[in-house]
């Protein structure tokens, strides 16, 4: 039996289904409310920042996927080994590794990296490129019109579908060997904002149009849905470049067999979600 938390977000539900198509037995950790998952899937609720809400989620479980930034990672991690869990994927990202912990972002992928590497259970630590999913933040522009405004149109990132992170994920749970490594993901190209807008209007068949936002612009749209903490996070990583997402990495072909998604198949898989 595998656990996977955050079973309804982007890598989540992309690795109940992966797991599933596998024959694995899969129990997938929600917060309540309709899964949405596949049939046969069992469901249990939870909450990561309440250690003591998992323990019913892991009786029975061998491994399972862990979600990074809640407020006790070492805690929902020793109670999976009082429950008898033996490994733990656990996502992080990229900025993980540069050290800065005056980043809020880089922090809590930090500190749950430490807390995984500290817990006792065989781990396997998925560091994913930005995901091709945020594109979907574009959803209201363009059921508005054909125009996408977006911050930092002058970055370059190659963005990871989050099937080819749920696929790296079902290895490292289901089949051995993984025990103790570091997977960075990426996807096939490094892509500005526009580029997406290009190849999204190409699969819609729309003649779409990018414009990039002013720092000072995009920083008041983000402080009115995330803590300040995270957007200067953001702004540090993208407007002043200290986070490169933009190298491709062999990573998802060398383990899957096959390469990773480009954006193009990404969009044409969610197409329906822009329409």
């Not at 990573?251 to 198949?265: K, M, N, S, W």
Request: hydrophobic residues 45%.
């Amino acid at each position: 039996m595998f656990l996977v938390t955050g079973a309804t977000g982007n890598v989540g539900s992309e690795l109940v289904r992966a797991l599933a198509d596998s024959g694995q037995q899969v129990r997938a950790m929600i917060r309540g409310g309709q899964s949405g998952l596949p049939p046969g899937t069992e469901t249990m609720t939870g909450n990561l920042n309440d250690p003591a809400s998992v323990r019913p989620a892991l009786d029975g479980v061998e491994g399972m996927f862990l979600l990074p930034g809640y407020a006790d990672m070492p805690g929902v991690l020793a109670e999976a080994r009082r429950a008898g869990v033996s490994r733990v994927v656990q996502l992080s990202g990229m900025s993980a590794d540069s050290g800065d912990m005056s980043n809020a972002i880089t922090r809590y992928m930090a500190e749950s990296e430490r807390a995984v590497r500290d817990c006792g259970l065989d781990w396997t630590i998925l560091r994913p490129a930005a995901f091709m999913s945020n594109t979907l933040q574009w959803v209201p522009q363009l059921r508005a019109g054909d125009l996408v405004r977006a911050p930092f149109g002058q970055v370059r990132v190659a963005m990871t579908d989050p099937a080819d992170i749920a696929a790296v994920a079902a290895l490292a749970l289901a089949v051995p060997g993984h025990a103790g490594q570091v997977y960075e993901l990426s996807g096939p190209q490094p892509l500005t904002p526009a580029d997406r807008v290009t190849i999204l209007g190409r699969v819609l068949g729309r003649e779409l149009r990018f414009e990039a936002q002013s720092d000072d612009e995009a920083r008041a749209e983000m402080v009115a849905t995330m803590p300040v903490r995270y957007v200067d996070a953001f702004f540090r990583f993208y407007a002043d470049g200290t986070l490169d997402e933009s190298k491709v990495l062999p990573t998802v072909e060398d383990l899957t067999g096959r390469p990773p998604r480009t954006f193009a198949q990404w969009a044409d898989a969610h197409a329906a979600s822009f329409r």
